[in-house]
């Protein structure tokens, strides 16, 4: 059974930073490609970063642009997001999800996690 479990929400200042973590199991982990999406209230779930299934390859949505570093590490089963000068408008439920594909689009992802708050106070 694929299970992700996300981990490192919470509550942040704005301009303050968070590392959310993604540990994964039952899958081949460096087999897939992984993304960050987050879902606002009221909004649709929307992509923030992906890492290829080595790490050569990230890429991080506009909004997070230049405050995004997504990594992972295949020995760990386990990827990260760091997310520096947060704002307001960061706060979301953040669910890390694994693809066959280096995609930004939510479909392509196969299995996902339930998911971790991160709220940032102005």
């Known amino acids: 059974q694929v299970q992700l479990v996300e981990s490192g929400g919470g509550l942040v200042q704005a301009g303050g930073s968070l590392r959310l973590s993604c540990a994964a199991s039952?899958?081949?982990?460096?087999?897939?490609?992984m993304g960050w999406f987050r879902q606002a209230p009221g909004k649709e779930r929307e992509f923030v970063a992906s890492?290829?299934?080595?790490?050569?390859?990230?890429y991080c949505a506009d909004p997070v642009k230049g405050r995004c570093t997504i990594s992972r590490d295949n020995a760990k089963n386990t990827v990260y997001l760091q997310m520096n000068s947060l704002k307001p408008e960061d706060t979301a439920v953040y669910y890390c999800?694994?693809?066959?594909?280096?995609?930004?689009?939510?479909?392509?992802?196969?299995?996902w996690g339930q998911g971790t708050q991160v709220t940032v106070s102005s």
């Open positions: 039952g899958l081949t982990f460096s087999s897939y490609a």
């Open positions: 999800a694994a693809s066959l594909r280096f995609s930004s689009w939510p479909n392509d992802y196969d299995y």
């Open positions: 890492i290829s299934w080595t790490g050569d390859n990230t």
